[in-house]
Protein backbone atom coordinates (compact mmCIF):
# COMPACT_ATOMS: atom_id res chain seq x y z
CA UNK A 1 0.00 0.00 0.00
CA UNK A 2 1.27 3.17 -1.27
CA UNK A 3 1.19 5.75 1.43
CA UNK A 4 2.81 9.46 2.13
CA UNK A 5 3.68 10.57 5.38
CA UNK A 6 4.31 14.54 5.81
CA UNK A 7 6.01 15.78 9.03
CA UNK A 8 8.26 18.83 10.46
CA UNK A 9 5.21 21.46 10.85
CA UNK A 10 4.60 23.48 13.33
CA UNK A 11 4.23 27.30 15.23
CA UNK A 12 6.95 29.32 14.36
CA UNK A 13 7.03 33.29 14.45
CA UNK A 14 7.05 35.57 11.26
CA UNK A 15 11.31 35.44 9.73
CA UNK A 16 11.58 32.04 11.15
CA UNK A 17 12.14 28.26 9.30
CA UNK A 18 10.71 25.02 8.83
CA UNK A 19 12.09 22.25 7.08
CA UNK A 20 8.67 19.90 5.87
CA UNK A 21 9.57 16.12 5.06
CA UNK A 22 7.31 13.73 3.31
CA UNK A 23 8.34 10.20 3.89
CA UNK A 24 6.76 7.75 1.02
CA UNK A 25 6.73 4.01 1.30
CA UNK A 26 4.78 1.03 -0.15
CA UNK A 27 6.94 1.92 -3.58
CA UNK A 28 9.75 3.35 -4.85
CA UNK A 29 8.99 6.84 -6.51
CA UNK A 30 12.79 7.96 -7.63
CA UNK A 31 10.92 7.91 -10.89
CA UNK A 32 8.24 10.17 -10.41
CA UNK A 33 8.45 14.04 -9.84
CA UNK A 34 6.78 15.17 -6.72
CA UNK A 35 4.86 18.36 -5.50
CA UNK A 36 3.59 20.42 -2.36
CA UNK A 37 0.58 21.89 -2.12
CA UNK A 38 -1.39 23.85 0.64
CA UNK A 39 -4.76 24.49 1.81
CA UNK A 40 -6.22 26.78 4.29
CA UNK A 41 -9.31 25.58 5.36
CA UNK A 42 -12.57 27.53 3.20
CA UNK A 43 -10.03 28.05 0.64
CA UNK A 44 -8.80 25.79 -2.61
CA UNK A 45 -5.88 23.42 -2.77
CA UNK A 46 -2.50 25.78 -4.10
CA UNK A 47 0.45 24.60 -5.45
CA UNK A 48 3.45 25.34 -3.49
CA UNK A 49 6.27 23.61 -5.93
CA UNK A 50 7.54 21.06 -7.30
CA UNK A 51 10.76 18.28 -8.40
CA UNK A 52 11.00 16.74 -11.23
CA UNK A 53 12.16 12.91 -10.74
CA UNK A 54 15.58 13.36 -11.59
CA UNK A 55 15.75 16.71 -9.00
CA UNK A 56 17.09 19.00 -11.65
CA UNK A 57 14.17 20.76 -12.13
CA UNK A 58 12.52 22.70 -9.46
CA UNK A 59 9.02 25.32 -10.02
CA UNK A 60 7.75 27.52 -7.31
CA UNK A 61 4.85 29.66 -6.96
CA UNK A 62 5.48 33.33 -7.43
CA UNK A 63 4.30 33.95 -3.66
CA UNK A 64 7.36 31.47 -2.61
CA UNK A 65 10.40 31.77 -4.52
CA UNK A 66 13.63 32.76 -2.72
CA UNK A 67 12.19 31.35 0.88
CA UNK A 68 11.03 27.88 -0.32
CA UNK A 69 13.26 25.35 -1.70
CA UNK A 70 12.32 21.79 -2.51
CA UNK A 71 14.42 18.67 -2.84
CA UNK A 72 14.52 15.18 -2.66
CA UNK A 73 16.34 12.46 -1.33
CA UNK A 74 15.35 9.32 -3.59
CA UNK A 75 17.93 6.72 -1.09
CA UNK A 76 15.43 7.51 1.62
CA UNK A 77 12.06 7.55 -0.59
CA UNK A 78 11.59 11.18 1.05
CA UNK A 79 10.87 15.04 -0.64
CA UNK A 80 11.40 17.78 1.57
CA UNK A 81 10.38 21.76 1.74
CA UNK A 82 12.52 24.21 2.90
CA UNK A 83 10.93 27.12 4.11
CA UNK A 84 12.78 30.26 5.43
CA UNK A 85 11.61 33.52 5.93
CA UNK A 86 7.99 32.33 6.92
CA UNK A 87 5.18 34.79 6.82
CA UNK A 88 1.63 34.91 8.23
CA UNK A 89 -0.09 33.94 4.76
CA UNK A 90 2.04 30.91 4.71
CA UNK A 91 -0.24 29.04 7.30
CA UNK A 92 -1.23 26.05 5.95
CA UNK A 93 -1.87 22.99 6.30
CA UNK A 94 0.94 21.65 3.77
CA UNK A 95 0.59 18.17 1.44
CA UNK A 96 2.85 16.46 -0.60
CA UNK A 97 1.88 14.40 -3.69
CA UNK A 98 3.10 12.16 -6.38
CA UNK A 99 2.57 13.98 -10.21
CA UNK A 100 1.43 11.16 -11.86
CA UNK A 101 -0.21 13.04 -15.09
CA UNK A 102 1.36 12.39 -18.61
CA UNK A 103 5.18 13.06 -18.36
CA UNK A 104 5.16 14.69 -22.01
CA UNK A 105 2.87 17.69 -20.42
CA UNK A 106 4.97 17.96 -16.92
CA UNK A 107 6.00 21.23 -17.62
CA UNK A 108 2.77 22.84 -18.08
CA UNK A 109 0.56 20.16 -15.73
CA UNK A 110 3.15 19.88 -12.80
CA UNK A 111 0.82 23.02 -10.66
CA UNK A 112 -2.13 21.13 -11.37
CA UNK A 113 -3.72 19.39 -8.60
CA UNK A 114 -5.41 16.77 -10.42
CA UNK A 115 -2.40 15.54 -12.19
CA UNK A 116 -1.10 14.35 -8.50
CA UNK A 117 -2.37 11.39 -6.46
CA UNK A 118 -1.11 9.51 -3.53
CA UNK A 119 -1.22 12.19 -0.77
CA UNK A 120 -0.17 12.66 2.58
CA UNK A 121 -2.53 13.44 5.68
CA UNK A 122 -0.70 17.02 5.80
CA UNK A 123 1.19 18.53 8.39
CA UNK A 124 -0.02 22.16 10.00
CA UNK A 125 2.12 25.25 9.58
CA UNK A 126 0.85 28.03 11.69
CA UNK A 127 3.40 31.09 11.31
CA UNK A 128 2.47 34.60 14.08
CA UNK A 129 2.95 37.77 13.58
Known amino acids: QVQLVESGGGLVQAGGSLRLSCAASGRTFSNYAMGWFRQVLGKENEFVAA????????YYVDSVKGRFTISRDDAKNTVSLQMNSLKPEDTAVYYCAVYRGDHRYYLTRRTEKASYDYWGQGTQVTVSS
Open 51 to 58: ISSSGGST
